[in-house]
């Protein structure tokens, strides 16, 4: 009479050696996601509250004269602390 519509659902496919690859690689891929995810957070941080103690110690020290020896040691940390963290990033 008219069109037979099978209804039963189609076989389960066998595993095969990419869909496992595949999942090894997206296994990886989130990992490697949260890390990056995960260090920009603290990265974020770390510079929000250094610069709110390099703008502490620059306005308490002297708001109407250059920089003193303090003002320079801070920001100074502050950049080598940042190049640090450069510079350990892109060796892993």
């Known amino acids: 009479m008219g069109t037979q519509y099978r209804t039963s ?6 595993p095969t050696e990419r869909g496992a690859e595949d999942a090894a690689e997206t296994a990886t ?8 995810a995960t260090s920009s957070v603290f990265g974020l941080a770390f510079l929000v509250v250094a610069l709110m103690q390099v703008t502490r110690v620059l ?5 109407y004269s250059a920089l003193s020896v ?7 940390i502050v950049a080598l602390a940042f190049v ?7 060796q892993r």
């Open 84 to 90: 640090a963290g450069l510079v350990i990033g892109r």
């Open 29 to 36: 891929a989130m990992r490697r996601g949260a890390l990056v």
């Open 70 to 76: 303090v003002d320079g040691v801070v920001i100074a």
């Open 59 to 63: 306005a308490t020290s002297s708001p």
């Open 9 to 14: 659902p189609d076989p389960p496919e066998e």
